[in-house]
């Protein structure tokens, strides 16, 4: 079983940054994709970034294409989510997730793929 912790969350301004964490413990694996997502109140969990297990692919949806990116550093079994130019409306609790059939391509962004999931941390951003 994998653990995942994530940090790095807190309060911004609009236009501000932040650089979010997320630490992997267990029965890791450094060839599986992983991820990020976001889910305010009383919305859905929505899909924010993914990354191949090499780390060479990444993938976004258009709403953060162009201020977020996805890192990661294997070694550390860290993934790491940037985020530049906040909005009011990047405001949630942010997840980092595994994907849980064990698949290295970033090309999967629906949440019911994804597993192993952190406890998350809050990110709000003020106008």
């Known amino acids: 079983q994998v653990q995942l912790v994530e940090s790095g969350g807190g309060l911004v301004q609009a236009g501000g940054s932040l650089r979010l964490s997320c630490v992997a413990s267990g029965r890791t694996s450094s060839s599986v994709a992983m991820g990020w997502f976001r889910q305010a109140p009383g919305k859905e969990r929505e899909f924010v970034a993914s990354?191949?297990?090499?780390?060479?692919?990444?993938y976004y949806p258009d709403s953060v294409k162009g201020r977020f990116t996805i890192s990661r550093d294997n070694a550390k079994n860290t993934v790491f989510l940037q985020m530049n130019s906040l909005k009011p409306e990047d405001t949630a609790v942010y997840y980092c997730a595994q994907n849980r059939l064990g698949f290295s391509s970033a090309y999967y962004s629906t949440p019911s793929l994804y597993g192993n999931w952190g406890q998350g941390t809050q990110v709000t951003v003020s106008s």
């Open positions: 990354i191949s297990g090499s780390g060479v692919d990444t």
